[in-house]
């Protein structure tokens, strides 16, 4: 597994909202992959750090905003047990303090919040338990596929500082000075799951993939001495999406830009994600800014997810959009499964280019 830390990965900036039961409502291949990566995270090895089903609330200033939801929600809910028994709750302050006290909710039980650092964290860990080796480098693809990994800029962070002690991180790049690109053997399979950047790794393959980043920027508060831990997601018919971690810490956001590769906060994103969250929830004007992030999501042109083999050896999985935390690793899994030769769970023929 090679990744140079680009500035701007999407997983590291995302807050991690699993609801996929009030979206896509025209789109039904898409919802399928956004509930079935839903499901899956009951089969990862993940703590509550990573994962934890909270809740998310629905909330409007009027029961008639709700009502396509409630509709859409109650024509899911038999295919979709999993998202528990939809509630009315008339005062949501009630379970998310800061909120306006006006505002009513619908509660789905089932949906969970993810912290993307640590489910990011927590797999590849657990893949260097089953043998894989993860070096700090740029990979880039020749015409037949083979792997050309080099070492990454300097100042490129690690993506894995925060792997537990006991992982071991292979790398060739004792010295980077010193190495020029390294053409590593030609492997059988190889799964290019690099997000915005996916078109640029495939185009040697004389493939064109029509992905392009979409920004979006987030800001993490803390309110002192909130148990914030179980308070359930805030998803507003209007305004930004709002969660809670342990130890006080909220995220809210987030902006969705056409900004190019540029992962840079800026004065007018910060300003658009704060008015709009003390719309929705006026008690976080307290709160202390602890944090902003900015990362770049992978947007298929076509509108929907890419998860195809696209050479003989290569296959390639992007376009996720502001769900690749909810679908991410369930079409991992999928492509996996065809790079293996296997066959897939889903038909690929609905995410294809």
Same mark, same amino acid.
């Given at each position: 597994?090679?990744?140079?830390?680009?500035?701007? $990965?999407?997983?590291?900036?995302?807050?991690?909202?699993?609801?996929?039961?009030?979206?896509?409502?025209?789109?039904?291949?898409?919802?399928?992959?956004?509930?079935?990566?839903?499901?899956?995270?009951?089969?990862?090895?993940?703590?509550?750090?990573?994962?934890?089903?909270?809740? $998310?609330?629905?909330?409007?200033?009027?029961?008639?905003?709700?009502?396509?939801?409630?509709?859409?929600?109650?024509?899911?809910?038999?295919?979709?047990?999993?998202?528990?028994?939809?509630?009315? @709750?008339?005062?949501?302050?009630?379970?998310?303090?800061?909120?306006?006290?006006?505002?009513?909710?619908?509660?789905?039980?089932?949906?969970?919040?993810?912290?993307?650092?640590?489910?990011?964290?927590?797999?590849?860990?657990?893949?260097?338990?089953?043998?894989?080796?993860?070096?700090?480098?740029?990979?880039?693809?020749?015409?037949?596929?083979?792997?050309?990994? /080099?070492?990454?800029?300097?100042?490129?962070?690690?993506?894995?500082?925060?792997?537990?002690?006991?992982?071991?991180?292979?790398?060739?790049?004792?010295?980077?000075?010193?190495?020029?690109?390294?053409?590593?053997?030609?492997?059988?399979?190889?799964?290019?799951?690099?997000?915005?950047?996916?078109?640029?790794?495939?185009?040697?393959?004389?493939?064109?993939?029509?992905?392009?980043?979409?920004?979006?920027?987030?800001?993490?508060?803390?309110?002192?001495?909130?148990?914030?831990?179980?308070?359930?997601?805030?998803?507003?018919?209007?305004?930004?999406?709002?969660?809670?971690?342990?130890?006080?810490?909220?995220?809210?956001?987030?902006?969705?830009?056409?900004?190019?590769?540029?992962?840079?906060?800026? @004065?007018?994103?910060?300003?658009?994600?704060?008015?709009? /969250?003390?719309?929705?929830?006026?008690?976080?004007?307290?709160?202390?800014?602890?944090?902003?992030?900015?990362?770049?999501?992978?947007?298929?042109?076509?509108?929907?997810?890419?998860?195809?083999?696209?050479?003989?050896?290569?296959?390639?999985?992007?376009?996720?959009? /502001?769900?690749?935390?909810?679908?991410?690793?369930?079409?991992?899994?999928? $492509?996996?499964?065809?790079?293996?030769?296997?066959?897939?769970?889903?038909?690929?023929?609905?995410?294809?280019?």
């Amino acid at each position: 597994m090679v990744d140079a830390g680009q500035p701007g $990965a999407a997983t590291a900036a995302g807050a991690g909202i699993v609801c996929p039961w009030v979206d896509h409502e025209e789109d039904e291949a898409w919802y399928l992959l956004a509930r079935e990566g839903a499901r899956h995270y009951g089969e990862l090895p993940l703590d509550e750090s990573a994962h934890a089903t909270v809740g $998310a609330l629905l909330v409007a200033g009027d029961w008639s905003e709700l009502e396509p939801s409630r509709a859409l929600l109650a024509g899911r809910r038999a295919e979709a047990p999993e998202m528990g028994e939809v509630t009315e @709750v008339g005062r949501a302050a009630d379970l998310f303090p800061p909120l306006d006290p006006g505002l009513k909710a619908l509660f789905v039980p089932g949906a969970a919040r993810v912290d993307g650092r640590a489910v990011r964290d927590s797999l590849l860990a657990a893949a260097v338990r089953q043998g894989t080796t993860i070096v700090r480098g740029s990979a880039s693809l020749t015409p037949d596929g083979t792997v050309v990994i /080099a070492s990454p800029p300097t100042d490129l962070a690690s993506p894995f500082t925060n792997l537990p002690p006991s992982t071991e991180l292979a790398s060739p790049f004792t010295d980077p000075a010193a190495y020029g690109p390294v053409a590593q053997p030609v492997a059988d399979a190889v799964i290019v799951a690099a997000g915005a950047w996916a078109g640029e790794l495939c185009r040697p393959l004389g493939v064109e993939l029509p992905v392009f980043p979409r920004r979006g920027q987030i800001v993490h508060a803390t309110m002192a001495g909130s148990d914030t831990a179980a308070w359930p997601i805030v998803l507003p018919t209007q305004g930004p999406y709002l969660l809670g971690f342990p130890d006080g810490r909220l995220v809210m956001g987030a902006t969705v830009e056409e900004a190019g590769f540029d992962p840079r906060i800026t @004065v007018a994103g910060m300003a658009e994600v704060l008015s709009g /969250a003390l719309g929705v929830a006026p008690g976080l004007a307290d709160a202390t800014v602890t944090e902003t992030r900015a990362g770049l999501r992978p947007v298929m042109a076509t509108g929907r997810p890419l998860i195809a083999r696209v050479a003989d050896r290569v296959v390639a999985v992007t376009g996720m959009s /502001a769900y690749g935390l909810t679908a991410g690793p369930y079409a991992g899994l999928v $492509a996996a499964t065809l790079a293996m030769g296997d066959e897939p769970p889903l038909d690929l023929a609905q995410y294809g280019l």
